[in-house]
T-cell receptor, first 121, second 112 residues
Framework: DVKVTQSSRYLVKRTGEKVFLECVQDMDHENMFWYRQDPGLGLRLIYFSYDVKMKEKGDIPEGYSVSREKKERFSLILESASTNQTSMYLC????????????????????FGPGTRLTVL | GQNIDQPTEMTATEGAIVQINCTYQ??????LFWYQQHAGEAPTFLSYNVLDGLEEKGRFSSFLSRSKGYSYLLLKELQMKDSASYLCAVRGQGGATNKLIFGTGTLLAVQP
């Protein structure tokens, strides 16, 4: 089974603090993603990475940065937290793009971590 | 622009059948996913369609019509545990990574 873990389920921080959210996957997946989920807005992609030290901006990268020093770990960084960054943050990973693996599973499928509910006061 | 539409909420009765629709307008199409998300939990993968037609997996089936930009998720023999949000997501563009565009989800309430 694919396992994606996130460092915290709940986090409370103050405005201006630097915040680190960690995500680890144990299935040797190439791709990793960070989303935020807000009521009425759905899941929105912040950043993604398709290889170690590689990153690309998603739809809402402003106010965030990421780091991928090792294949299994993808970190989301809020440089200076603001109240509008209060949200549920979800990490996901996928094997690679297009095709099927030896088990016949679609390799595009993203597997999600349990989420971190961040509150910025 | 890119847009995915699904109903906000639906209600159904235990034991019945429910169909959740999803329409999409994206730049390119490289597959459609359905995810289930229980309150306070992470989305979990349900189904994937890339060709037209019906994919059946137990009580759940998913249908795709690429020409109409339309998909539905069919849930049979509804159980109380099926109460959840159902997310439609489209892989709209090609390239090295599989960026997905998500709809806002359909909250399904199953009643006794």
């Amino acid at each position: 089974d694919v396992k994606v873990t996130q460092s915290s389920r709940y986090l409370v921080k103050r405005t201006g603090e630097k915040v680190f959210l960690e995500c680890v996957q144990d299935m040797d997946h190439e791709n990793m993603f960070w989303y935020r989920q807000d009521p009425g807005l759905g899941l929105r992609l912040i950043y993604f990475s398709y290889d170690v030290k590689m990153k690309e901006k998603g739809d809402i990268p402003e106010g965030y940065s990421v780091s991928r020093e090792k294949k299994e770990r993808f970190s989301l960084i809020l440089e200076s937290a603001s109240t509008n960054q209060t949200s549920m943050y979800l990490c996901a990973s996928s094997l690679w793009s297009r095709g099927r693996n030896t088990a016949g599973e679609n390799t595009d499928t993203q597997y999600f971590g349990p989420g971190t509910r961040l509150t910025v006061l | 622009g890119q847009n995915i539409d699904q109903p906000t909420e639906m209600t159904a009765t235990e034991g019945a059948i429910v169909q959740i629709n999803c329409t999409y307008q994206t730049s390119g199409f490289n597959g459609l996913f359905w995810y289930q998300q229980h309150a306070g939990e992470a989305p979990t993968f349900l189904s994937y369609n890339v060709l037209d037609g019906l994919e059946e997996k137990g009580r759940f089936s998913s249908f795709l019509s690429r020409s109409k930009g339309y998909s539905y998720l069919l849930l049979k023999e509804l159980q109380m545990k099926d109460s959840a949000s159902y997310l439609c997501a489209v892989r709209g563009q090609g390239g090295a990574t599989n960026k997905l565009i998500f709809g806002t989800g359909t909250l399904l309430a199953v009643q006794p």
